[in-house]
């Protein structure tokens, strides 16, 4: 009987130690690379220089608040006026499921104050998700088709919009290694075309 409580308590104490062992996060390299391919200053000069129809934009896309997930400060602009920007966002970048991503948008407080940011995005650690908005329905579904290429869009009629006398929404993406391609377009009550580029999407070269 002398043996028994002490091979008792050694029991314990193995027992005790794996359960105590914290598990293994497995990294998700899909996910990691579909927003590393997001990041990065981006511009439509090229498509513009061969197609007149199409604007000079400057997309810059950084990512702020690392500790809280995938999240994206988003800022469009003309390239001849940067510091005017008609598109100022955060994207949340996550896996859905075993084969689609998505980016969810949020609108900010009060945008001019944010003007720029993309140069420094630990400005953003002074303001958390209670300052953001999520736009319900505009978020781009992903699937990621071969490596560094992932293409998504909305849904068709679910991103509501009055832009321009528009009901709805509806944005394709494709993202690859050097490049993001995005047609956005807005539709009326009647699914007519209102706004956007007609031909296809804007063709945004990476530049850094």
């Not at 990041?39 to 513009?48: D, K, L, N």
């Not at 969810?104 to 908005?133: E, H, M, Q, R």
């Not at 679910?158 to 006398?165: A, N």
Request: proline share 3%.
């Amino acid at each position: 009987m002398k043996h028994f409580f002490p091979l008792i308590i050694i029991l314990s104490l193995v027992f005790n130690c794996k359960n105590n062992t914290k598990p293994e996060v497995k990294e998700d390299s899909e996910l990691k690379e579909l927003f590393a391919l997001m990041q990065g200053s981006f511009t439509s000069e090229i498509q513009a220089e061969v197609d007149s129809t199409y604007y000079n934009i400057s997309l810059h896309m950084y990512p702020i608040w690392e500790n809280k997930g995938h999240f994206l400060y988003v800022e469009q602009a003309l390239t001849s006026t940067p510091k005017k920007p008609y598109r100022q966002r955060i994207y949340e970048v996550k896996r859905d499921s075993d084969s689609t991503f998505s980016s969810a948008i949020y609108k900010l407080d009060v945008d001019s104050l944010w003007i720029g940011k993309w140069k420094n995005p630990k400005a953003f650690d002074s303001i958390s998700l209670n300052n953001i908005a999520l736009k319900e329905g505009c978020e781009v579904i992903l699937k990621r088709i071969a490596p560094n290429q992932f293409i998504g869009k909305t849904g068709d009629d679910t991103c509501i919009s009055t832009m321009r006398g528009a009901s709805y929404a509806r944005s394709e993406v494709e993202i690859l290694e050097d490049k993001i391609i995005s047609w956005d377009r807005g539709f009326d009550a009647n699914g007519e075309y209102v706004w956007g580029a007609e031909k296809a999407g804007y063709i945004f070269n990476k530049i850094d």
